[in-house]
């Protein structure tokens, strides 16, 4: 089996398959994946809020806290969302811009992502179960980290057993009454200094407090020693939710506000969306006619090279995944010329060497390899240059220029791939069985 087959062999199963992925507009599923296009912010709707660090403008903000505070930003936003979809960068140092696509409700996003999220358990010693329930809501001042030194005379301070540092787990239940709660699992240190407070302090009450608020304040009844525990405070199905989400990626090391926030409507996503793909369609047939109207046979060869690296690059946007923006699908569009860029130099070459009289399977082989010094300079300045605007756009936070790049750079890829191997293989497979010298014109010769 020569390599001309061999080649047949992996691109017409790797291209069937690539358009069974690309394809279908409803979400598939793969084993335990669901693959579907995700969609930028700018295409579905959604919310943008840009957060800042909470600090007086003298005070230190190291890169490795921001980086910490991203990574807890992006797992908040993805709990909310689904994995992969919200954008969550760093805007130069103190700064966090975090996009929502699909998000319909800006003010509980934003309390979900911004707020501290610093959980405590707090010792309120023996008082009444009126008292205890008079507690939820209320603020409370705690030793940790440590005492405020401008605190007023007088001012109640409340010992804190132990911190969400302390959680292994996290996730939201029901109890008999359907009520919804919040049960967690300590670590050996947690649940070690749980089951010592809790066998020294049975009918004490310990206040569960989250960001200095009192959700909760149960009684110890007896000592617990499992390491597990429950949050109760009538909660809705969305309000416990937004709980386990803040325990669960812990507490951020830097205390953020919101500098800007914005909603950008569904219709005006849909609108983009739609107009998007009519330029995508405009623009790949054009490419299309014209490879077909200049170079003829080859350029149908071409034109089908140029469906199989469509349905590749759209199927690894998918699997990957690429959130699409608009600039996103620009750089798409833009790639596809890219792509007929490499076959246009072949051909060309191809052209010459059938004038200088040689036979067409070689014609297709000289021309190629005498192609390929421009065809890998070309695409290698696109990537360094696909590289640059993506260390840009996540240096400064600036999304539409990071899509653009991502699939114009993914695009590149896959159009060395089609160039190389799809339409190399499909001009031998079909030339190579034609004489030139009866069909000169089906070449433009």
Same mark, same amino acid.
């Given at each position: 089996?020569?390599?001309?087959?061999? =080649?047949?062999?992996?691109?017409?199963?790797?291209?069937?398959?690539?358009?069974?992925?690309?394809?279908?507009?409803?979400?598939?599923?793969?084993?335990?994946?669901?693959?579907?296009?995700?969609?930028?912010?700018?295409?579905?709707?959604?919310?943008?809020?840009?957060?800042?660090?909470?600090?007086?403008?003298?005070?230190?903000?190291?890169?490795?806290?921001?980086?910490?505070?991203?990574?807890?930003?992006?797992?908040?936003?993805?709990?909310?969302?689904?994995?992969?979809?919200?954008?969550?960068?760093?805007?130069?140092?103190?700064?966090?811009?975090?996009?929502?696509?699909?998000?319909?409700?800006?003010?509980?996003?934003?309390?979900?992502?911004?707020?501290?999220?610093?959980?405590?358990?707090?010792?309120?010693?023996?008082?009444?179960?009126?008292?205890?329930? %008079?507690?939820?809501?209320?603020?409370?001042?705690?030793?940790?980290?440590?005492?405020?030194?401008?605190?007023?005379?007088?001012?109640?301070?409340?010992?804190?057993?132990?911190?969400?540092?302390?959680?292994?787990?996290?996730? #939201?239940?029901? =109890?008999?009454?359907?009520?919804?709660?919040?049960?967690?699992?300590?670590?050996?240190?947690?649940?070690?200094?749980?089951?010592?407070?809790?066998?020294? =302090?049975?009918?004490?009450?310990?206040?569960?407090? *989250?960001?200095?608020?009192?959700?909760?304040?149960?009684?110890?009844?007896?000592?617990?020693?499992?390491?597990?525990?429950?949050?109760?405070?009538?909660?809705? %199905?969305?309000?416990?939710?937004?709980?386990?989400?803040?325990?669960?990626?812990?507490?951020?090391?830097?205390?953020?506000?919101? %500098?800007?926030?914005?909603?950008?409507?569904?219709?005006?996503?849909?609108?983009?969306?739609?107009?998007?793909?009519?330029?995508?369609?405009?623009?790949?047939? *054009?490419?299309?006619?014209?490879?077909?109207?200049?170079?003829?046979?080859?350029?149908?060869?071409?034109?089908?090279?140029?469906?199989?690296?469509?349905?590749?690059?759209?199927?690894?946007?998918?699997?990957?995944?690429?959130?699409?923006?608009?600039?996103?699908?620009?750089?798409?569009?833009?790639?596809?010329?890219?792509?007929?860029?490499? =076959?246009?130099?072949?051909?060309?070459?191809?052209?010459?060497?059938?004038?200088?009289?040689?036979?067409?399977?070689?014609?297709?082989?000289?021309?190629?390899?005498?192609?390929?010094?421009?065809?890998?300079?070309?695409?290698?300045?696109?990537?360094?240059?696909?590289?640059?605007?993506?260390?840009?756009?996540?240096?400064?936070?600036?999304?539409?220029?990071?899509?653009?790049?991502?699939?114009?750079?993914?695009?590149?890829?896959?159009?060395?791939?089609?160039?190389? #191997?799809?339409?190399?293989?499909?001009?031998?497979?079909?030339?190579?069985?034609?004489?030139?010298?009866?069909?000169?014109?089906?070449?433009?010769?």
């Amino acid at each position: 089996m020569n390599r001309k087959t061999r =080649n047949l062999i992996f691109i017409i199963p790797l291209t069937i398959l690539a358009l069974a992925i690309a394809i279908p507009t409803q979400p598939i599923t793969i084993g335990s994946r669901t693959i579907y296009t995700h969609l930028g912010l700018d295409l579905v709707g959604g919310v943008q809020v840009l957060l800042e660090a909470d600090l007086p403008a003298d005070a230190e903000v190291t890169a490795d806290a921001m980086e910490t505070t991203r990574t807890i930003i992006e797992s908040r936003a993805n709990g909310l969302l689904g994995v992969g979809e919200a954008v969550v960068q760093r805007v130069g140092e103190r700064r966090i811009a975090v996009e929502l696509p699909g998000e319909t409700d800006p003010a509980a996003a934003i309390a979900v992502l911004g707020e501290t999220g610093q959980l405590e358990f707090v010792d309120m010693g023996k008082i009444s179960s009126a008292e205890a329930l %008079a507690l939820r809501g209320q603020k409370l001042v705690t030793d940790y980290p440590s005492v405020p030194e401008d605190l007023p005379p007088d001012t109640p301070v409340y010992h804190t057993v132990m911190t969400g540092k302390s959680l292994k787990n996290v996730v #939201v239940a029901q =109890n008999q009454l359907k009520q919804f709660q919040v049960n967690f699992e300590l670590d050996e240190e947690g649940a070690k200094v749980f089951r010592e407070y809790t066998t020294n =302090n049975v009918g004490s009450y310990l206040a569960i407090v *989250l960001d200095k608020e009192v959700i909760s304040a149960p009684v110890v009844q007896s000592p617990i020693t499992g390491g597990r525990g429950t949050i109760s405070g009538n909660f809705t %199905a969305e309000t416990a939710n937004d709980l386990a989400i803040q325990l669960r990626y812990g507490a951020l090391p830097i205390p953020l506000k919101v %500098a800007e926030s914005r909603t950008v409507g569904p219709s005006l996503g849909e609108d983009s969306l739609r107009q998007s793909l009519i330029a995508g369609v405009i623009g790949f047939s *054009l490419v299309a006619l014209f490879m077909l109207g200049y170079y003829r046979l080859p350029g149908l060869l071409a034109d089908i090279a140029l469906i199989a690296y469509t349905a590749i690059t759209f199927a690894l946007f998918k699997l990957i995944p690429v959130t699409l923006t608009l600039p996103g699908i620009a750089g798409f569009v833009l790639s596809i010329g890219v792509a007929v860029d490499a =076959n246009i130099l072949i051909f060309e070459r191809m052209r010459e060497e059938l004038r200088n009289g040689r036979r067409l399977e070689h014609a297709i082989d000289i021309g190629w390899d005498r192609a390929w010094p421009s065809i890998r300079d070309s695409n290698a300045a696109t990537l360094i240059t696909s590289a640059i605007l993506f260390w840009f756009g996540n240096t400064y936070g600036a999304s539409v220029v990071k899509g653009f790049a991502v699939t114009l750079a993914l695009g590149v890829a896959v159009s060395l791939f089609t160039a190389i #191997v799809v339409t190399r293989a499909f001009l031998h497979l079909v030339l190579d069985r034609i004489k030139l010298a009866d069909h000169r014109r089906w070449f433009g010769i």
